[in-house]
């Protein structure tokens, strides 16, 4: 039952297409919010890729042409009804069609708006298009990505999107929270997509010195490394990531593979790479785990759907032919669940439209 999960109750009107937007509708649905998905009449643009589950699961549908007047006035009047906006409209374009947050401030003032934009509603770059792949490179992270000697790099994921999406989350459950206390009624939760990224550079930002050389990619090890954390090679073909975050990690694992206590990094790096190299990834990870070492395979997306941990917990679900990633984060008396793949197009147009369809 819906009225089960904690968000139930919650009303969310979601104006929004892409990815990271409709996935923090997708988070707030998986713990009970009911989301109202606005589609274009010829629907999302994701409705027909293996995108649709991530940001549609668990919500409603109803078709409404945000262009035209008509679809504008429809929007204005479901926002006096819910409790969140969630948009990614550019400013300018929500302005133009009278959709802003003080436009629909004034008519709902207990109405929360939150706006997804590369980078945010005020400064010089405002209006400047841009994603969560944009976001990762002005935000430092690819500057940070990478060997050393090679050249910046992206993530194989949309990694920005996600971040922000689960950004949104926190701005929106804040914002009610805040409601909830009478601190403030509706806000606008203004989300420029390269600050999340900055939190995730965090580290070098508190490193770099102004006037000081910025800080440089550093391949897999830390900025200031003191210890072993690499992704190395395994006989089989594999990979095992060890990271040592204690001194009896480092210790242990150097002694192992033939150091002592008093190795240098780049030589106990050499030579857990040749230690590693020598042997299986399953034997790897056995002895890392039997000493307590820090260290996992490298898995790809088959080996995570096969591996026992995976399973035993629960956390990819299957959804129609294939996987989806199970509502986190796991709470112990309300957990979250995926409710349905996605509607269809215009599914709830009548029920929420009624008359107004057509």
Known sequence: MTDSLPLAGLRVLELATLYAAPLAGTMLADFGADVLKVEPPTGDLFRDTPM????????????????????????RELARDVDVLVENVPAKVMRR?????????????????????CFGAGGPHADRPG????????????????????????????LGDAVNAMSAVIGILVASR??????????HVDLAMYEPILQLVGPAVGAYVPGGPAPRRTGSRLAAPVSVRNVFATADGGWVTISCSTERHHRELVETVGGTADT???????????????????????????????????NDLAALAADEHVRARGSL?????????APVPRLSETPGRVRSAGPGL???????????VG
Do not use: C
């Open 52 to 75: 649709w589950p991530l940001v549609a699961r668990g919500k409603r549908s109803v078709r409404i042409d945000v262009r035209e007047a008509a679809g504008q006035q429809t929007v």
């Open 131 to 158: 994603s969560g792949t944009l976001a990762e490179s002005f935000g430092g992270l690819t500057h940070l990505t990478g060997e050393p000697d090679g050249p910046p790099m992206l993530p194989s994921i949309p």
């Open 317 to 325: 679900v299957e959804i129609g032919s294939g996987y989806g990633v």
């Open 178 to 187: 805040a409601k909830d206390h009478g601190v403030a009624r509706g806000q």
């Open 264 to 298: 240098p990094l780049p030589e106990a790096d050499r030579l857990t790479a040749e230690w590693i190299a020598a042997r299986g990834t399953g034997e790897v990870v056995d002895m890392l785990v039997a000493k307590r070492i820090p260290g996992v395979p490298v």
């Open 97 to 117: 069609w009278g959709l802003s947050y003080e436009d629909l401030h004034r008519e709902n003032p207990d109405l929360i708006v939150v706006s997804v934009s």
């Open 346 to 356: 215009g599914e709830h147009d009548e029920e929420v439209l009624g008359a107004r």
